[in-house]
């Protein structure tokens, strides 16, 4: 089953702000047994700065991320980092071959 439009509200931990994560582009419903959520970077949490990331990875017959790219962001050079950090980080259920993932985190002030 696809999660195409699936939303999950992520509240960062002492924070007013969120990460949003929308699933673009899954190949089936995929949850990572392990997510990090992005740190929101201190400079822009001050200036207000809200934006999104979208990543696209591949998820490894052993259920880590490989090939993680950012392809797009707005505002670019704000939030690319954070969202690269955390989601390297990320675990899945080990798969039987590698699968396709394409995400957006978007960043609220």
Not at 36 to 61: C, D, H, M, R, W
Request: charged content about 15%; aromatic content about 10%.
């Amino acid at each position: 089953m696809k999660l195409l439009g699936c939303f999950v509200l992520l509240m960062l931990t002492g924070c007013v702000n969120t990460v949003t994560e929308k699933v673009l582009e899954p190949s089936d419903q995929l949850m990572p047994e392990r997510q990090v959520l992005p740190e929101y970077p201190s400079a822009a949490f001050s200036q207000k700065i809200s934006g999104f990331v979208t990543v696209s990875f591949n998820i490894a017959k052993s259920g880590q991320v490989v090939d993680l790219k950012v392809v797009s962001s707005e505002p670019t050079g704000v939030f690319e980092q954070a969202a690269l950090e955390a989601v390297n980080q990320w675990l899945y259920p080990p798969q039987g071959t590698t699968t396709p993932q394409k995400l957006t985190l978007y960043f609220r002030h």
